[in-house]
């Protein structure tokens, strides 16, 4: 049954994404998505892509929704940013952490697309520390009341839910808060050098009181327990996120590759040029079985699994960078003009080096991991 749901919702993706792929750069242009895209998302159950189907999404095991995440994702990055901030960051995290009375609340909203949430953990001054977040919470009666102010929130600007972090004298923990609750204010944010169309806001947070009903997890298991299983299920969107963007950039590689003439032969035919391209094959199909081997390890419950979710973000969003770079080369002046696709591909795969963890902070994970898989005798203490 499962089996079933998930290739009817690839099918599904796959006829969406053929309508979407053409107005990937008007949204990029317009710095917005289109009401009926998330409303044809919603209408397509994509929103609830990865939720259970006891919360009314699909139930989509870790490889089929990592298959919708590329099919997307390689149509319109933005539009899988939704994807990955609603779905995995809200939708299945809430599933895996929420309290009973939490998920009730509200996953049948958000697996139907009524309610839009996202994930505000970053702020002015928390980025790769995120731990060190100075919004504040205080427990008042049946409420907690929250101050400071959240920066680089995606789909903020229409969301209706947020999934924030906050600590209390270094106790992080997370709440749901209601977009329309007194004391909160959205700022749109413009101008970013890619997901453009992710409605990026600031928010701010005076005197917000949000009931105690809405706290995820416990007092203080916002960090540990909360954010990072949020991080996990985000990076693992990502790292298909990539290989959505570099298998683009592959096709619109050979295509160029193969129509272009310069000194009387397809431009494919120098050895050079086929080099990129030799390069961009073989790294798109690694960076898809390294996904691969992160959804299968989510699915068996390995305890690598967040490790290999690690190295697939990691290479895959630097295999991306890489392959996008080729593609601008391979179209020369055509390259880097907005008339072709490969300019904005490039600047979507920057953008993956940073999210969700940039590349630094999965290098540091990565080689901690090396040393204590392969060290040896050593043991992998390096003090
Ligand atoms: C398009 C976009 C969408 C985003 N969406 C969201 C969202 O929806 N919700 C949200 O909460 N946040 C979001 N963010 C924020 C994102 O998570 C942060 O930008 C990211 O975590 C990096 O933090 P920072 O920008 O403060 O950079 P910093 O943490 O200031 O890092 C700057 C540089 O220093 C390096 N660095 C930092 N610490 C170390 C270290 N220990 N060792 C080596 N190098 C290090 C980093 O790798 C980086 O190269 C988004 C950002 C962007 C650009």
Known sequence: MAEATGTDALARAASFSATLAPRAQEFDRTERLAPDVIEEMAAAGFLG????????GL????????????TIGKAC??????????TSLIGETLAERGSARLKEKYLPD????RRIGCFALSEPGAGSDAASVS???VGKGDVFVLNGEKKWISFAGLADVFLVFATDNGAVSAFMVDRDTDGVEVHPMSGLLGNRATHMARVSFTDVAVPKENLVAGIGAGFGFVANTALFFGRYSIAWAGVAIAQAAL??????ATSRVQFGVKIGAHQLVQKMVADAVSNVAAARELC???????IERDQDAVMHTNVAKYFSSTIAQQVTSDAVQVLGGN??????????????????????????????LIADHGYKSFAGRHGGNLS
Do not use: N
């Open 135 to 137: 919004t504040t919470y």
């Open 335 to 364: 390259g880097c003009w907005s008339e072709y696709p490969a300019e904005r591909l490039f600047r979507e795969a920057k953008i993956l080096e940073i999210i969700e963890g940039t590349s630094q902070l999965q290098q540091i």
């Open 251 to 256: 096709e619109q590689m050979c295509a160029y």
């Open 59 to 70: 139930g989509l095991d870790p490889l089929a929704y990592g298959e919708l995440t590329e």
């Open 292 to 298: 691969r081997r992160a959804g299968r390890s989510r």
């Open 49 to 56: 892509a990865a939720i259970p189907v006891r919360w009314g």
């Open 110 to 113: 958000l697996a139907a697309g």
């Open 77 to 86: 990055c933005s539009t899988r940013a939704l994807l990955t901030v609603h």
